[in-house]
């Protein structure tokens, strides 16, 4: 039974049409076709089903699932590039949330190439990372910074 299934993949990929992306094969493709989503949120359960059932239109589900993207970027070029080829029949709602059950599963399943990218990424953005959360706190200051002077002394603000 498994030498026929085998058999029948080797004989697809042996004759595959080489013009044709889909027939292109990743190394992704070799990989587990299914993730245990059993201890994932109910509504990323949801999600997962989802995403097993239209990625997996054209090629392997195994080619997602093994892939090296991990960041929320890599999945969002990705998912809107497959969302646009031709018959992917993946409306935008859909793709938003198999974009967010894909980053989810990142953030589990492939947490070490995340955190990876994330430190390789930190180097050239490190600048863009931490001015986001210190331009949200100088933002928040004018107030936090009112408050706390007008009930201490002020001392501090005049100069
Ligand atoms: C309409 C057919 C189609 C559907 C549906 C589809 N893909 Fe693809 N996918 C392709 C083709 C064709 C390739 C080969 C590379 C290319 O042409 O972009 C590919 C390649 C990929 C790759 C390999 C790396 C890369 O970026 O090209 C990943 C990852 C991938 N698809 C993920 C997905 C995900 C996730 C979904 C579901 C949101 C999906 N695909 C749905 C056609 C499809």
């Known amino acids: 039974m498994k030498l026929i299934v085998l058999t029948a993949a080797l004989a697809a990929a042996l004759s595959a049409r080489p013009a044709r992306a889909q027939d292109q094969t990743f190394s992704a493709d070799n990989g587990p076709d299914s993730i245990d ?15 097993a059932q239209k990625c997996s239109t054209c090629h392997t589900l195994a080619r997602p699932i093994n892939i090296d993207y991990a960041t929320p970027a890599e999945w969002d070029k990705t998912v809107n590039t497959m969302r646009h080829k031709p018959h992917a029949g ?7 949330t198999i974009e967010n059950f894909l980053i989810y599963d990142s953030s589990v399943r492939k947490k070490s190439l995340l955190a990876q990218k994330e ?14 959360p210190s ?25």
């Open 135 to 159: 331009s949200a706190a100088s933002a928040a200051a004018p107030a936090t910074t009112a408050a706390s002077t007008s009930s201490s002394s002020g001392a501090g603000t005049k100069n």
């Open 119 to 132: 430190k390789a990424a930190g180097s050239a953005s490190a600048a863009p990372a931490s001015p986001a």
């Open 37 to 51: 989503v059993s201890k994932y949120p109910k509504d990323q359960q949801e999600a997962y089903k989802l995403f």
């Open 90 to 96: 993946i409306s935008e709602d859909t793709a938003k």
